[in-house]
Nanobody
Framework: QVQLEESGGGLVQPGGSLRLSCAASGSFLRINAMGWYRQAPGKERELVATITSDDRTVYADFVKGRFTVSRDNAKNMVYLQMNALKPEDTSVYYC??????????????WGQGTQVTVSS
C-alpha cells in the first residue's frame, strides 16, 4: 500500500508562485510515473503534469511555460513549481503515483488533495 502526503497549497495573488510537494511512502518495489492533477468545483479532474522515472515530462497546454514538475527519486518525492498563477488555476491539486507494488503488480495512488486559490 502506498501513502501520499501533499503540502504547499494556499492562497496566492495572481502572478504569484507556489510550490507543491508530495511524499510517497509505504510498501512498493519501485515508483514509475509521478504527477499532478487538479479538480475545480463542478469540473472533472484533469492532468496538470507528469514525470517518468527517467525524467520525461508531460504538461497540459494550460500550464506550459508556467509550471515545472520535478522529482527526487532518493526521497520518493514529486514537486510542482507553479509560477505566474492565474485565477483559473484555482483548484484542488492531487498528487498521483504509479508504482510497482510487487513483481507483476502495479498500483496507482492518489493524495488527499491540497487547495490552491489564486485571488486578489
Amino acid at each position: 500500500q502506498v501513502q501520499l502526503e501533499e503540502s504547499g497549497g494556499g492562497l496566492v495573488q495572481p502572478g504569484g508562485s507556489l510550490r507543491l510537494s508530495c511524499a510517497a511512502s509505504g510498501s512498493f518495489l519501485r515508483i514509475n510515473a509521478m504527477g499532478w492533477y487538479r479538480q475545480a468545483p463542478g469540473k472533472e479532474r484533469e492532468l496538470v503534469a507528469t514525470i517518468t522515472s527517467d525524467d520525461r515530462t508531460v504538461y497540459a497546454d494550460f500550464v506550459k511555460g508556467r509550471f515545472t514538475v520535478s522529482r527526487d527519486n532518493a526521497k520518493n518525492m514529486v514537486y510542482l513549481q507553479m509560477n505566474a498563477l492565474k485565477p483559473e488555476d484555482t483548484s484542488v491539486y492531487y498528487c498521483n503515483v504509479d508504482t510497482l507494488l510487487r513483481v507483476g503488480v502495479r498500483g496507482r495512488s492518489w493524495g488527499q488533495g491540497t487547495q490552491v486559490t489564486v485571488s486578489s
